[in-house]
């Protein structure tokens, strides 16, 4: 299993193989700059590791199209990861993170100022490897990235005056990860041959499957028994994730629960209180439902889609992500 994808089929696993292989070394092309310390900062976080899920998504849901090697899917592969990469530099500015897949941040080890033009230098990447696919490619990462930047916006910003945070929560997650796996469904579509239907069908799928990622992710910071695992960091920051929300927003919510979700939790026997409560709570059982939702809205989109090697193994992730919260 790869990124919470089982690739059974031997073939599958063969191509997808070769691909990312091919995908890393554009990867690590993109990167050097004729200025040395700039190559230095690019490729920091990539030398830190990561699981490459956009690019295995990419690959594995161009076996829809009769032509899932061509170079084009390995260029669009490459493409969504830098996008991907980009942004998370700028993310650790934003969050003032330390640590970023067990290594310190770019923001850190030199500088914001540093870290911003280090994602700004893969953003540039990116455009230049995109026009080589066409200009249809190129309007849509450019809607992407202005997805990408609107749900930042909405989470930096928060609710409006009487909007619903979990609405609002539900469209940060759409706008900040979904987009990126929309689009990464769509190129595979597109550059791998696929029909319009298909397209549409893997983008109703990427979509589908990214905000169940991220609300899994929300359930997982609260109710995962995994070993090893440091759980509550949501809590302690105070970032209201979905359980939470749907906590605050129930009135006949426990109302310690509520007093202790209302803001960051400092204490550790507080923090230990808050997730007792939160495990039995009907918050975390409403989040599991709204995650059975969209994972049910990914699987009607696979059901749209050829049977084959590749949609039995999105399907795979489909169960992963559900599965993965328990």
């Not at 009487?162 to 469209?171: A, N, S, Y």
């Amino acid at each position: 299993m790869l990124a919470g994808i089982h690739l059974a089929d031997p073939e599958l696993m063969a191509r997808v193989t070769t691909g990312l292989q091919r995908v890393e070394e554009l990867l690590q092309q993109e990167l050097i700059s004729e200025f040395p310390f700039v190559t230095e900062a690019a490729s920091h976080l990539m030398q830190a590791g990561g699981k490459r899920f956009r690019p295995l998504f990419t690959l594995v849901a161009a076996g829809i199209g009769p032509d899932p090697d061509g170079d084009a899917v390995i260029t669009a592969a490459a493409v969504v990861e830098l996008i991907h990469l980009a942004t998370l530099y700028h993310d650790d500015v934003m969050d003032e993170a330390e640590l970023r897949r067990g290594a310190t941040t770019a923001n850190v080890r030199w500088s914001n100022s540093v870290a911003i033009l280090t994602g700004d230098f893969l953003f540039a990447h990116a455009s230049r490897l995109v026009a080589d696919l066409g200009a249809n490619a190129v309007r849509i990462i450019a809607e992407t990235f202005a997805e990408l930047v609107t749900g930042q916006t909405r989470e930096t910003v928060g609710p409006l005056n009487g909007e619903d945070p979990i609405d609002h929560h539900l469209r940060v997650l759409d706008g900040k990860t979904a987009s990126l796996i929309d689009t990464s469904g769509r190129y595979a579509g597109m550059f791998s041959g696929a029909t319009d239907a298909q397209i549409a069908a893997l983008r109703r799928f990427g979509r589908a499957v990214g905000v169940a990622f991220q609300i899994s992710d929300d359930i997982i910071d609260i109710a995962s028994t995994e070993s090893g695992k440091t759980l509550g960091t949501d809590l302690r920051e105070g970032v209201a994730t979905l359980p939470v929300l749907y906590t605050r927003a129930d009135p006949s919510a426990d109302p310690r629960l509520r007093e202790l979700v209302a803001g960051p939790i400092t204490d550790d026997a507080e923090l230990a209180e808050a997730m007792t409560l939160l495990r039995q709570s009907a918050g975390l059982e409403r989040a599991r439902k709204t995650l059975a939702q969209y994972a049910d809205t990914a699987s009607e989109a696979l059901s749209e889609l050829p049977a084959c090697s590749s949609r039995d193994a999105l399907g795979s992730l489909t169960r992963f992500v559900v599965e993965r919260t328990f």
